[in-house]
């Protein structure tokens, strides 16, 4: 069964390369939805998959790429949506 999440990720996490590394991990991982950079600093991930897939994207967010500091991640559980198609970097 499909589930969605919005995952936030705080720390040093933008101008690192952050949103390409999530967007292909996510890829690797066959996770669609999305991610972006927030004004605050953070950034926002919107992913769908299975459940176990779902959280190894999240466990990777707690590390991120090497270029990045993560400092927290919180993650809110949404609805899945049907109309989803890919990762993309918004």
């Excluded at 999305?34 to 004004?39: A, D, G, H, K, T």
Aim: with cysteine; hydrophobic share 45%; aromatic share 6%.
């Amino acid at each position: 069964m499909k589930q969605r999440a919005k995952i936030l990720v705080y720390g040093r996490v933008q101008g690192v390369y952050f949103r390409r590394f999530t967007q292909n991990k996510a890829r690797q991982l066959g996770v669609i939805g999305s991610v972006r950079n927030l004004p605050n600093g953070s950034v926002e991930i919107i992913a769908q998959a299975e459940n176990p897939v779902l959280q190894a994207l999240i466990d990777w967010c707690h590390k991120g790429p090497v270029t990045a500091r993560v400092d927290r991640v919180e993650v809110a559980e949404l609805t899945p949506d049907e109309t989803l198609a890919a990762f993309d970097i918004i």
